[in-house]
């Protein structure tokens, strides 16, 4: 089955940068794009991003072009999110997911503090 | 770029009916989602393509489309449907998210 398996919590301080990783199993790594959402407490879902695991190439929400980059390794089926100069309201949990045409499939969250 | 607008809040009694709608100009030209979000849970895929279920979504949720606005409809919604509802679309692979909807059954 699809499993998108995610990096554990991370706590940050202002100004650091985190790099959260997204190991896919269960399907062809390449055969999908990889989104990147992310949800602030008591907040709604926020679209980051999205890299195609072929190519390399990524396409960023524009309010976070700049800060963020998306990378991928195809040999272990691997995604990473890299989100830099963080602030106190980049606290969230930050899932990855992928969608099929007729269904949806997403990591397990991995919150993100940031806390001087 | 694109929005998607929500109710806030709508609530219902056990085995009512329950209408969440989700307006936004790229619904004309693309089909919506609904997702259900319990807490501390990842969404759950609950409607795609405006009205289609995935397998092992009950039959009580649908969705139907108009326009510019889609709406989610729980037949007989039960306890156990509460729940945070978002809905979804995607423009040239870019995806939005409504701001959420708080359902709340009893």
């Known amino acids: 089955q699809v499993q998108l398996v995610q990096s554990g919590a991370e706590v940050k301080k202002p100004g650091a940068s985190v790099k959260v990783s997204c190991k896919a199993s269960?399907?062809?790594?390449?055969?999908?794009?990889l989104h990147w959402v992310r949800q602030a407490p008591g907040q709604a879902l926020e679209w980051l991003g999205w890299?195609?695991?072929?190519?390399?190439?990524?396409n960023y929400a524009q309010k976070f072009q700049g800060r963020v980059a998306m990378t991928r390794d195809t040999s272990i089926s691997t995604a990473y999110m890299e989100l830099s100069g963080l602030r106190s309201d980049d606290t969230a949990l930050y899932y990855c997911?992928?969608?099929?045409?007729?269904?949806?499939?997403w990591g397990q969250g991995t919150l993100v503090t940031v806390s001087s | 770029s694109y929005e998607l607008t929500q109710p806030s809040s709508v609530s219902v009694s056990p085995g009512q009916t329950a209408r969440i709608t989700c307006s936004g100009d790229v619904l004309a030209k693309r089909y919506g989602r609904w997702f259900q979000q319990k807490p501390g849970q990842a969404p759950v895929l609950v409607i795609y393509k405006d009205n289609e279920r995935p397998s092992g979504i009950p039959e009580r949720f649908s969705g139907s489309s108009s326009g510019t606005t889609v709406t989610l409809t729980i037949s007989g919604a039960q306890v156990e449907d509460e729940a945070d509802y978002y809905c979804y679309s995607a423009a040239d692979n870019n995806w939005v998210f409504g701001g959420g909807t708080k359902l709340t059954v009893l």
């Open positions: 269960g399907y062809t790594f390449t055969d999908y794009y």
């Open positions: 997911a992928k969608n099929t045409a007729t269904n949806n499939y």
């Open positions: 890299i195609n695991p072929t190519s390399g190439g990524t």
